[in-house]
């Protein structure tokens, strides 16, 4: 699994631009769930193209280091006297208005803003320069905001840009989006439809209108290909143009596959009790001393607590986090033990 630190920059003229913390994280939470086919609605994928659908095994965090080592929410706010931004690329610019990039090498660089022309979001390639790396989405297309671009796929959309994806009719009519399992299709999707879509000799499936690189609504999108996944996973290969990203230690990073599921009766190295936690949480160890760190992560990847254990059996006050899941993670062991809290 492929973990991406990302940091989101906030541009704000008027108050309901300078968009809520809860918003941003509803996004990276359909980030995820979009690039590890964990999406709800995945379900709609037509029995046809249900062997194609990837999950592309990409995931998004909230950087919790700044470039300078400091700690961060992974959220950066700035008041702009820009009423509306361009896709000129002056929202990345502090000079301009907009905030500059944080290091391309580390960060996915992900900007928002009032946008002009009724433009959703506008995304830079692999390979373009890093002070203008990353993607533009207007504020209130981003995150879980209802209404037919409301359900965070323009930046599903757009960070597949950036991943090196083209739209699926290859922006010509019958176009090439250089995929294979991609069918061809006249022109961009529109609204919602349905059935089955012929165009450009694409029986018997028709167009793949619910794929991402479409222009179809949220709604009514809801997979990436095995080949479109290939093709973004190649690019963090030795000498691919987003190799650099692998290395970035810039978020806390807890790849879904290592948790442990308290209910399983796998023999973990630890027990978490009572589970859902309402205010304490006792951790029992199950093997000998040294027992060592613990780190606490919230259902972001980020680290929220961190504390040594002495003892076989540790009372934790969780008084301070609130209800909802999280991580325990021992030592530099991979695993990870979810535990609930709910008061
Ligand atoms: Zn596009
Ligand atoms: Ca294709």
Partial sequence: VIVIPVVVHVLYNKEEQNISADQIRAQIDILNKDYRRQNADAQLTPEVFRDLAADARIEFRLASEDPKGMPTSGIVRKKTTIDFFGTDDRIKSSRMGGDDAWDADQYLNIWTGNLAGGVLGYASLPGGSPDKDGVVIRYNVFGNTGGAFGKGRTATHEIGHWLGLRHIWGDTRC????IDDTPPQVAPSRGCPSGVQASCDNAP??????????????????????????????????????????????????????VIDPAAPAPGEIKLYPNPSTGTLNLRFNADPPYGDIVIYNHLGQAVKQLRITESVAHISTIDLANGVYYVRVGSSKRAYKFIMAR
């Fill in 205 to 258: 499936g028709g167009s793949m209108y619910m794929n991402f690189m479409d222009f179809t609504n949220d709604e009514c999108t809801n997979m990436f290909t095995l080949g479109q996944a290939q093709k973004m996973r190649l690019l963090f290969n030795e000498g691919g143009l987003r190799h650099a990203l692998l290395s970035s230690a810039r978020a806390d990073g807890i790849p879904l596959e290592d």
């Fill in 175 to 178: 176009g090439d989006d250089g």
